[in-house]
């Protein structure tokens, strides 16, 4: 049915049972899905809750090192890519 509106309590709930059964799935998508089919609330729905519970959970974590690393490729790529354009200039104006 679309447009139904779920009390506070219905939400809390199926939040913590997406929390209870999470490790007995192998991802947040699976676990999802499952309390969906055990409650009649639609996926999108149950999804959009955790979201808003837990949004901190969503975002992926890097940590300092693993910034500084691909801060360091990064600048590498860039200067690989110049010297790849000036190569390919070089070899043009040789011809």
Do not use: C
Not at 24 to 35: P, Y
Not at 55 to 61: A, G, N, V
């Amino acid at each position: 049915m679309s447009g139904r509106r779920y009390s506070p309590e219905v939400r809390e709930q199926t939040i913590a049972m997406v929390r209870e059964l999470r490790g007995q799935f192998g991802s947040l998508w699976a676990t999802i899905e499952a309390v969906s089919s055990r409650t009649g609330v639609h996926t999108s729905t149950v999804r959009a809750w955790w979201r808003a519970m837990n949004p901190d959970e969503l975002k992926p974590s890097q940590r300092s090192d693993e910034s500084d690393e691909l801060r360091r490729l990064r600048a590498e790529l860039g200067a690989l890519t110049a010297a790849h354009r000036e190569l390919i200039e070089n070899i043009r104006s040789t011809r």
